[in-house]
């Protein structure tokens, strides 16, 4: 792209406040960026600025024609309107994949989104690049049958244990344990919760939803915390935000 056009995909990230793992998330993407040769831009807010203050900048960047993607950093500052700030996005920048438009898209068979969610379309890819086999199975979209477990669910660790791919989301640290899952199962951990940790350089370190010490003995593959679905999800982002580029710019 930059040798036939003369421009590359660009990036934009709104940031509000200063939690440490959004922080992580930013400075992951920006770097990611760089070694793709992207252009990335982010505008840093302070945890108190208003709801107009967010959608200005994402304003700004609808209207900035070398920016292909937008993303604001969630969670936002609970006194933001975050349905408000994200219908702001432009549809055709929204490379989260979180407008209500590419969110009814992706829920509605036959419809195909702009944009898959970074995180939701990772998994797809890790499972996909391994070799697992999704349709039929107890698991996502792709023809499996999908079983949803929160926090009102009775009985999760029998459904669990069922499941021939599980996919943990609660950011509640090791609540998935060895006894949940199936012998052979696929489990994928997207969960990241920071944990004190003393001996680590920033005081805590990151663990997943699943005790990985207990489940690795029992599932045939798992993905780690850090370095599992964290990686793969900002390279979705990279995909997406090409993938933006190329239908703005009409190169293929």
């Known amino acids: 792209m930059k040798k036939c056009l003369g421009k590359v995909p660009g990036l934009a990230v709104i ?14 993407k920006i770097i990611a960026c ?7 831009v982010v505008t840093e807010l302070p945890t108190d600025c208003a709801d107009a203050d967010v959608q200005n900048a994402v304003m700004r960047f609808n209207k900035d024609p070398s920016i292909h993607g937008i993303l604001v950093q969630l969670p ?3 006194h933001l309107d975050e349905e408000k ?7 055709e920048k929204d490379v989260d ?14 419809r195909e989104p702009l944009f898959t969610p970074c995180t939701p379309k990772a998994c797809i890819e890790l499972l996909i690049r391994s070799g697992v086999q999704i349709m039929g199975k107890k698991a996502a979209r792709h023809h499996a049958t999908v079983t949803i477990v929160h926090a009102f669910t009775e009985n999760p660790e029998q459904i669990t244990s069922e499941a021939d791919i599980v996919v943990s989301a609660a950011g509640v640290p090791s ?5 949940w899952i199936k ?19 920033d005081g805590y370190r990151l663990v997943g939803d699943v005790c990985f010490e207990e489940v690795i003995k029992v ?22 935000t090409l993938d933006s580029a190329k239908r703005m710019l009409n190169f293929t």
């Open 183 to 201: 012998s052979g199962a696929t489990v994928i951990d997207v969960g990241t919760s920071p944990v004190e940790d003393p001996s680590c350089e």
């Open 219 to 240: 599932a045939s593959v798992i993905t780690p915390v850090p370095g599992g679905v964290g990686p793969m999800t900002v390279t979705m982002l990279l995909v997406n």
């Open 34 to 40: 760089e070694e793709v040769g992207m252009k990335s």
């Open 97 to 110: 994949g979180f407008h209500p438009l590419n969110m009814g898209n992706l829920a509605l068979r036959g």
């Open 175 to 179: 609540l998935v344990r060895g006894n």
């Open 85 to 91: 700030i994200l219908d702001a996005l432009c549809l």
């Open 76 to 78: 936002l500052p609970q």
């Open 15 to 28: 940031l509000v406040g200063q939690r440490r793992d959004s922080l992580t998330y930013v400075h992951n």
